[in-house]
């Protein structure tokens, strides 16, 4: 329990100390007018308080990752406590603050349109499908778990395809009607299910702290399989959420145009990054916990039962029939949250660069239609295959991000440490992972890695060849 105690005190003084450094590197201008007021429409662009806002770019990074990643995660031992803790405030809380704020200075510009202004017109082009690619795979996705985990809530009345066609409606609507009817309404309410589940689940690992295992004692544990599921860069990917998440970045645009003060850019973008982490960290204690801190206990359950089945006889356990059922609630509601901004920032990802005023309804939906359409046929294919994909594709697209905003930085004569160690990290996390895994080229463990090396290697060249390039040129004043 004191290891625990100590990871979540990290935590929380990461946002009050490396955030508010992170903050004064990227220069915030409380008298800069935002997007959502130079240029608000009533659909994406609307000025909303900055609690609502918090809230809803919580809810939308908030998936499964940091639930279910985090169970599958501390598989690999303590270790996964370093990774959420570390990753989440020198990686992902950076990540997620500057992306947001590069979008609040660029007039809420989404993803791709950010990465291809630092990266190239080519890298555009690969970041518009790569995005889509990655947001039509979370629709499909954050369909199918709360839809399984809805079903087992309500029994025999109801079956798993009817759920779906109920949340795939509401995704349709999310997706079309302006932001502050749906969205900004139903978010409260979920916002106080996911809360009073990770509320719910703390207090009960403090309530048996006994069960929780301190960092020393676990660290002669390694995974039964390490052999095919090697801790790098296995780990990395399976805790994506809880600690770095490209798929956060292509989040942040929408709130970047309904945030009325650039001061306000920390609480929501760090801050909800941090909050996640901890929701990680809740969860992978509990998952040890659950088991009296035997990871080969919970190693072999998960061998015939899913996360969600642990996920519900945690919940019920240790909060009884009514608080179980609230937090499963908030477990549905966090990748609900996901699923339905995900398909909304695929619109605008498409519309910004097909140049489609999204005002009309009719223009929302000659870009959406194609969307929806191809994310139910995605939804076809095996969940598993699904989520293995999702988890590299997020992944990847992390990488991109940092290296953007390490140009980006470099370019304005910021401290562009802050996201080039992270970018050459996730670098090497990414292409080892698709050159050994199974659902990659399967190489040889010392071949991916130095193939991985090399490629990183390669980009530090290129970047450190552009660094020189900077020498007499100087950032525009804006």
């Known amino acids: 329990m004191i290891t625990f105690c ?20 990227f220069g915030v201008n409380p008298d800069r007018t935002t997007p959502a007021y130079t240029s608000t429409d009533g659909i994406d662009y609307i000025p909303m308080p900055t609690w609502k806002v918090f809230l809803i770019q919580f809810l939308n990074i908030a998936g499964l990752g940091p639930i279910f990643g985090a169970i599958m995660g501390i598989l690999y031992g303590p270790s996964a406590y370093l990774w959420i803790v570390f990753g989440t405030i020198f990686g992902g809380a950076v990540h997620d603050y500057l992306s947001g704020m590069l979008s609040v200075r660029r007039n809420g510009a989404s993803l791709p349109e950010l990465v291809g202004g630092e990266l190239g017109t080519g890298i555009k082009q690969v970041m518009r499908a790569f995005s889509l690619l990655l947001m039509i795979l979370v629709g499909a996705v954050f369909v199918i778990n ?123 973008f760090y801050g909800a990054m941090v909050v996640e982490g901890i929701v990680a960290l809740i969860w992978a204690a509990a998952a040890i916990a659950f088991f009296d801190g035997s990871f080969s206990g919970l190693s072999e359950y998960l061998k015939g039962k899913t996360p969600a089945i642990l996920v519900n006889d945690i919940s019920v356990s240790w909060l009884g029939t009514f608080g179980g059922i609230l937090a499963m609630l908030g ?39 194609p969307i929806f359409v191809l994310a139910w046929l995605v939804m076809m294919i095996d969940f598993e295959v699904l989520w293995r994909y999702f988890a590299w594709c997020n992944q990847t697209l992390a990488v991109f991000t940092l290296w953007a ?30 050159l050994y895994a199974r659902e990659g080229l399967q190489l040889p463990y010392g071949l991916s890695l130095g193939i991985a090396f090399a490629v990183t290697l390669l980009f530090t060249f290129l970047f450190i060849r552009f660094k020189r390039g900077l020498s007499n040129w100087e950032p525009i004043k804006k």
């Not at 100590?6 to 590197?25: D, K």
């Not at 942040?252 to 920390?266: D, T």
């Open 146 to 268: 709360p839809a399984n985990l809805l079903d087992l809530l309500t029994g025999e009345s109801t079956t798993t395809t009817m759920w779906i066609a109920i949340i795939f409606g509401y995704y349709i609507l999310a997706t079309l009607l302006p932001i502050d009817k749906l969205i900004g309404r139903l978010y409260p309410l979920f916002g106080f299910a996911l809360l009073f589940m990770a509320v719910g689940i703390m207090v009960s690992l403090f309530l048996r702290p006994e069960s929780l295992p301190e960092f020393h004692e676990a660290m002669s544990y390694s995974r039964p399989d390490s052999d095919v599921n090697p801790i790098f860069p296995m780990m990395f990917i399976s805790i994506a959420c809880g600690a770095i998440s490209g798929f956060h970045a292509t989040q942040s645009p929408m709130m970047a145009r309904c945030l009325k003060n650039e001061k306000m850019g920390r609480r929501v």
């Open 6 to 25: 100590i990871a979540l005190l990290i935590l929380i003084g990461g946002y009050f100390i490396y955030g508010a450094w992170v903050e004064r590197v």
């Open 331 to 369: 477990v549905i509601a966090a990748p609900i949250t996901s699923g339905d901004t995900a398909l909304r920032s695929a619109r605008l990802i498409a519309a910004d660069f097909l140049h489609i005023p999204q005002k009309k309804i009719r223009s929302r939906l000659l870009v959406s239609i």
């Open 405 to 434: 905003l390490t140009v980006w930085l470099a370019r304005e004569h910021k401290c562009y440490w802050i996201t080039f160690i992270p970018a050459l990290f996730m670098t090497m996390v990414t292409v080892t992972y698709i």
